[in-house]
């Protein structure tokens, strides 16, 4: 639990409203190990909840509106009125608006309440800001209702939520925000929704670096939504709901158009990878867990065509120091920018992050932000 964004919503509820908020949900951020583009498909994805997270303040306050929202990170965003009934506009208001419906459809009245919401999770990362948000709204005015559900329905709740906000996401993000567990990895199979917890190497052994491009992205802008109907209509082609359910033997017998093949080839490709990882750090094997990896990215970038020259960049310079204390590296989260994820012994991450900030000063106009990250606890609720 980040105590800074927790203190500081309920330090800003308690100014507004004279009295401290009922419930406080902290929801963390996410970065996926291994597993991306595939969690639409019914395919396997390996993720863990980071030390970064969405605090939101909860209660009672004294007028007519149905929601009163502050942004304490967001300038000019503080005592903003919502309307689960108003039209998404394509603002941060969104994410308050989707689960609002949400609990509407589910049959909850909601009396008027402030939401005070703060965040460490840097937005538009690929670290999974915005399921956190949901997450944490969707599972603290449920508390407050004394409504509560499973981090499953929490996380379905939430998966609807950015499906009515616009973007035709998988569960993944929305479940390891809600169901994590410190120091563990979240093994996921997005067709059954089963979830097993894969305890991770300690960190003498290994630890994760989190690098972002500060490429930005937006998953309603289109390419997302692009990737996905591309494998709907490939596992289509092939006779099935969900492309993971297919296999590469019949991908290869099946005489689909270049880009569904490429879409379809890094789907199932993936689905292998991520059980090689996951058996890998069963058996304490770093090497061939950071060989899936670097593979993963490989496939993401070429088959996919989610990369962009920053991620390659921050890759390439780890495939150079795999004899030196890196396993491995990939991008994370949706593409189209955002963040690498690189597990690396302790000592290899100085000189690290010097090789990729002295190539990104040779090559952009800016530095990318590195983070070493631990797998962190799911959501939890604070009450008076």
Not at 171 to 195: E, F
Not at 217 to 241: F, I, N, P, T, V
Not at 242 to 256: F, I, N, R
Not at 278 to 305: I, N, P
Request: glycine share 8%; charged share 25%; net charge negative.
């Amino acid at each position: 639990m980040n105590e800074k964004t927790t203190e500081r919503v309920r330090r800003s509820f308690q100014q507004d409203e004279a009295v401290p908020p009922v419930v406080t949900s902290i929801a963390p951020g996410r970065v996926n190990l291994i597993g991306d583009h595939v969690d639409y498909t019914g395919g396997l994805v390996m993720p863990i909840a980071i030390d970064r997270n969405t605090a939101v303040a909860i209660g009672p306050h004294a007028g007519d509106s149905e929601m009163i929202v502050d942004f304490l990170d967001l300038e000019g965003r503080s005592g903003l009125v919502v309307e689960s009934s108003q039209e998404m506009d394509g603002t941060d208001l969104d994410y308050i608006r989707g689960p609002l419906i949400q609990l509407h459809e589910a049959g909850l009245r909601i009396p008027p309440l402030r939401l005070t919401v703060s965040s460490t999770v840097p937005m538009g990362a690929g670290l999974s800001s915005s399921a956190a948000l949901q997450v944490a709204v969707l599972l603290g005015i449920r508390t407050y209702l004394d409504k509560p559900v499973s981090p499953l329905e929490v996380a379905l709740e939430a998966q609807r939520s950015e499906h009515t906000i616009g973007t035709p996401c998988g569960l993944m993000d929305m479940y390891v925000s809600a169901a994590a567990r410190n120091g563990h990895a979240c093994l996921i199979d997005c067709g059954s929704n089963d979830l097993e917890q894969v305890p991770l190497p300690p960190e003498s052994e290994a630890v994760f670096i989190i690098s972002d491009t500060k490429v930005r992205h937006d998953l309603r802008d289109g390419g997302y939504a692009k990737r996905r109907s591309e494998c709907e209509q490939a596992a289509e082609r092939m006779g099935y709901a969900l492309l993971s359910q297919a296999s590469l033997e019949q991908l290869e017998a099946a005489a689909l158009p270049e880009n569904l093949h490429q879409r379809a080839r890094h789907v199932l490709s993936e689905n292998l990878r991520v059980r090689t990882f996951s058996d890998a750090l069963k058996q304490g094997d770093l090497k061939r867990a950071g060989q899936a990896m670097f593979e993963s990215h490989h496939s993401l970038r070429d088959d996919f065509d989610v990369s962009c020259k920053e991620l390659d960049l921050i890759v390439e310079i780890a495939e150079t120091m795999s004899g030196a204390g890196i396993y491995g590296s990939r991008m994370t989260g949706g593409g189209f920018g955002g963040s690498t994820i690189t597990m690396c012994r302790p000592e290899a991450e100085p000189e690290f992050r010097k090789r990729v900030a002295e190539a990104f000063a040779a090559r952009f106009d800016h530095q990318p932000d590195s983070i070493r990250t631990s797998a962190a606890d799911g959501a939890l609720v604070i009450t008076i």
